[in-house]
Nanobody, 117 residues
Framework: QVQLVESGGGLVQAGGSLRLSCAVS????????MGWFRQASGKQRELVAR????????NYADSVKGRFTILRDSAKNTVYLQMNSLKPEDTAVYYC??????????WGQGTQVTVSS
């Protein structure tokens, strides 16, 4: 059974940094994209950053451009989200997402990120 194992969330002061990790546990083929979504309390889940495995192109939410970086280690089948200059409005549960070329979509269990002002 394939699982996405997340780590790296926590509490940080505004201006600080955190690095989230998401490792794919198990065998999965034809991954198309790996990414991170977040859901703040009372809000809808939104895309934060995504990377296309074939070619490495990335896209980011406007609110995180210049502050967050998505990285992928293909050998470890792991995707990272480096978050710098964190703001209180970045507080949310962050979910890892993997989508295959055949329409399979997987989600991680979510990791809480809290940014204090």
């Amino acid at each position: 059974q394939v699982q996405l194992v997340e780590s790296g969330g926590g509490l940080v002061q505004a201006g600080g940094s955190l690095r989230l990790s998401c490792a794919v546990s198990g065998s999965i083929f034809s991954i198309n994209t790996m990414g991170w979504f977040r859901q703040a309390s009372g809000k809808q889940r939104e895309l934060v950053a995504r990377i296309v495995t074939d070619g490495g192109s990335t896209n980011y939410a406007d609110s995180v451009k210049g502050r967050f970086t998505i990285l992928r280690d293909s050998a470890k089948n792991t995707v990272y989200l480096q978050m710098n200059s964190l703001k209180p409005e970045d507080t949310a549960v962050y979910y890892c997402n993997v989508a295959t070329k055949y329409g399979i979509v997987l989600w991680g269990q979510g990791t809480q990120v809290t940014v204090s002002s």
